[in-house]
């Protein structure tokens, strides 16, 4: 594929966005359908029927690309439990205890997966007696106050032909960063953040726990494509929302072929034990978009469940991609030809002489050149605007998935041009400049103080709560209990006059 500059790219018409909003269904649908339903493919908040019930077990996102400030090395990241809610407590956010989080490795082209790094986790509960995530300001990771905990292994999976070579640990008892409770609890979040950050053997750097989601995009497109006449586009959907986070580093040479060949597939998924104990996959993640917009309702559950070299089976949802019709029957723009061969090679194949293995076997990964070196400017429609760093080959934290999938679906490289997009063109929060490179989740207590009407808990409860020479984290915490304890007391009261007021009612 010839890369097509775009510097500056532009919406047209009202229509232009629509198909835009529309092609965004489309072009996953394109690019992902004919890779087996069945898996949750990138960008795939809540994109199926089961897994949107089991969100610890939900992939959202998978990124993958040549790590910016050390291009001998390559960064994946895979994202997990869709829309957390930062004041999510008591019960915030943790990993599964009872699964397995797996990042695969095709370094040779057939569709399956040459290396594993399996990532399991365990739940530490300091004080079960309290409600409380932690039970003061939390300092360090093994703070005494950080009451809910959790810790992980890595395992390196080595196979051949789907038959298991060696098994090695690579990582045991690493800790994982916490929800980010609020500022109160965690004065100094970044501090937290860098602690999770661990240096593994053969330069390799892991690193799990919460980030703010990196996904940006106008999620809206669902109510009747942007409220049925574009009202609802330009909204970064995600924004505010956090997601839980394994990011791993790793040397080009320890993951690829070889230098002479150094395109790797990767994808991600998640295993859960049934109720006989065996293993079950329930997620899937390689490309953007695929399984949320591009299957069918009846094929979502089965892509989640499927694995890339079965993915033959659903190359008609590629070929012949259902969004392009919806918009040309709706909006009267009319879709490339058929069959889209040209989507079969973006993203099942990959791109000839940019990121498509020798012998390639179709099939939904997300690919990526090892030997291409990171751009000095990126630029957010990747190869679409000349940048060959960029998605499809790989996808990076600040590719836009979204307007890229939308203009290729519509026909971008058979000559239909076009500059559709949502008109979200950035995350609301900047990226790093080194490892984890992901921005730190939003905090329990984002926006204003509460100033009070002059009738709140502390004036109610007076300056008694406060010991002389107390800290203001104490104050917190002090005003924090006994905020619950009259809670209690006037649960309570009203409880008794209920039941005594019950005695002379008739029924």
């Known amino acids: ?68 400030d050390k291009p001998d090395t390559t960064t994946v990241i895979a994202n997990f439990i869709p829309f957390e809610e930062p004041a999510g407590g008591p019960n915030f956010y ?65 196979l051949h032909k789907q038959k298991l070579v060696s098994k090695t640990k690579i990582a045991d008892d690493v800790p994982v960063a916490p ?22 053997t053969g330069d390799a750097t892991t690193f799990a726990g919460q980030a703010d989601d990196p996904f940006f995009a106008d ?16 909204n970064d959907t995600l924004k505010g929302y956090n997601v839980n986070s394994l990011a791993l580093q790793v040397p080009n040479d320890y993951i690829r072929q070889s230098s ?23 997620s899937r993640l390689g490309n953007p978009l695929v ?23 659903f190359l008609k949802n590629v070929t012949n991609p259902e969004l392009p019709k919806l ?53 957010r429609l990747g190869v679409l605007d000349g940048d060959n760093a960029g998605f499809p080959n790989g996808r990076r934290l600040t590719d836009d998935v979204i307007d890229e999938a939308l203009q290729v679906v519509e026909g971008e490289l058979v000559g239909s041009k076009n500059d559709l997009g949502d008109a979200v063109d950035a995350n609301d929060q900047k990226f790093g400049h080194s490892f984890p490179y992901l921005a730190n989740p939003t905090s329990g207590s984002r926006g204003p103080v509460a100033k009070g009407n002059g009738n709140n808990v502390r004036n109610q409860l007076g300056d008694g709560l406060v010991p002389t020479g107390s800290s203001t984290d104490t104050t917190l915490i002090a005003t924090s209990a006994a905020a619950g304890v009259a809670g209690v007391l006037l649960i309570g009261t009203a409880l008794m006059w209920w039941r005594r007021r019950s005695r002379y009612r008739a029924y």
């Open 1 to 68: 594929m010839t890369p097509i500059s775009r510097s500056g790219a532009r919406r047209r018409t009202i229509a232009t966005l629509v198909c835009g909003a529309l092609a965004a269904g489309g072009l996953a649908a394109a690019g992902v359908t004919a890779l087996v339903p069945g898996a949750a493919s990138a960008s795939s908040h809540r994109e199926a029927p089961l897994i949107s019930g089991q969100p610890q077990y939900d992939n959202t996102d998978l990124y993958a690309f040549v790590s910016p």
């Open 94 to 158: 943790t990993f599964a205890d009872d699964a397995q989080y797996d990042i695969h490795i095709d370094n040779d082209g057939d569709a399956q997966s040459d290396l594993i790094f399996r990532y399991t986790f365990r739940t530490h509960v300091k004080n079960k007696n309290t409600f409380l995530y932690n039970t003061g300001p939390v300092d360090s990771l093994d703070d005494p106050d950080l009451n809910v905990t959790q810790t992980y292994d890595i395992d390196l999976i080595k």
């Open 179 to 200: 929800s980010n409770v609020g500022k109160a609890s965690m004065p100094n979040y970044d501090k937290l953040r860098n602690q999770a950050v661990y240096k593994l």
């Open 219 to 234: 999620l809206r497109v669902f109510d009747l494509l942007y409220g049925g006449n574009l009202s609802e586009v330009g």
């Open 260 to 282: 002479r060949q150094p395109i790797v597939g990767i994808w991600s998924t998640v295993q859960r034990k049934d109720a006989r104990g065996d293993w079950s996959q329930v």
């Open 291 to 313: 399984n949320e917009v591009v299957n069918p309702q009846k094929d979502k559950d089965k892509f989640n469940a499927s694995s890339p070299w079965d993915d033959a089976q």
């Open 327 to 379: 918009i040309e029957a709706i909006y009267k723009i009319k879709a490339p030809a058929e069959p889209r061969n040209d989507l079969v090679d973006v993203f099942l194949k990959g791109v000839k002489g940019l990121n498509q293995p020798p012998k390639v076997r179709p099939a939904e990964e997300l690919r990526l050149n090892t030997s291409i070196k990171p751009a000095a400017s990126p630029k």
